[in-house]
C-alpha cells in the first residue's frame, strides 16, 4: 500500500463473505478491527497488536481486498491523469485552427474534429460571394434558409450531423431577430461561443 500515497482511496468495499468471521468476534474486538482497516485503507501506519488471534486472521484477510481496491483505484487515477495530460497538451499548442467537439461533452474519448483549412478558405469565398447576392436589391432583410440547408452546412463543416445545435442556433437567431444574411459565418462562431468549436 506503500505506492503512490498520493492516491487516497475515498472508500473500500468489504466483501460479505466476511460477515461470518466478524460476526464471531467481540464488539470490542470488531471496533478495533474495523478502527484498524480504516487506518489501513487511508494509507496510516498501523499497530495490529491489540487485536485478538482471531481478529489479525480476519484483519490479513480483509487487507487483500482492501490492496485490490486501492491497486484498481490507482491504475484507475493515473489513467486519468494521462488522459488529461495528453488533453493540456493538445489545448496549450498554437490557438489559430477551430477544433469541432462531436457529440456529448462528457466523453472521456479524444473525439474533437479538426476543421479542414482549405475547406474553410474555399467556404470562406463561397460565403463571400453568397453574401452580396443574400440581400434583395431593394435592401430587404436576406431570407431565412430551410432548415435542412443549416443542416447540411454544418454536416460539411464539422463532418457530423446534429439537429439539436441546429434548433439551437435557429432559436437563437430568431430570438434576436438577426438578419441571415452571412448566417454560415454566425453558425461558426455560435459553435465557437457555446462549445461545439473551440481554438487549440
Known sequence: MNENND??????????????YIKALSDTQA?????????????????NS??????????????????KGK???VKKVLHNREIAKNR??????????PVVTSGDQRSTKSDQIKLNKS??????????????SACS???RPAPKPEYCELRKFFKEQFNYDDA????????AMEEKQEDWQNWQDKMINYAVKVGKASYE
Not at 38 to 45: H, T, V
Request: aromatic share 10%; glycine share 4%.
Open 7 to 20: 492516491v487516497k482511496m475515498p472508500s473500500f468495499m468489504v466483501d460479505l463473505a466476511f460477515k461470518d
Open 31 to 47: 471496533g478495533k478491527l474495523f478502527k484498524i482497516l480504516l487506518d489501513y485503507a487511508d494509507g496510516e501506519n498501523i499497530d
Open 50 to 67: 491489540k487485536l485478538s488471534a482471531s481478529a489479525k486472521i480476519t484483519f490479513d484477510a480483509l487487507k487483500s481486498t482492501v490492496d
Open 71 to 73: 491497486e484498481k483505484y
Open 88 to 97: 493540456k497538451k493538445k489545448t496549450s499548442g498554437d490557438q489559430t485552427q
Open 119 to 132: 475547406k474553410l478558405i474555399s467556404k470562406d469565398i463561397n460565403l463571400r460571394l453568397s453574401a452580396s
Open 137 to 139: 436589391p431593394d435592401g
Open 164 to 171: 439539436y445545435f441546429c434548433d439551437e442556433f435557429l432559436n
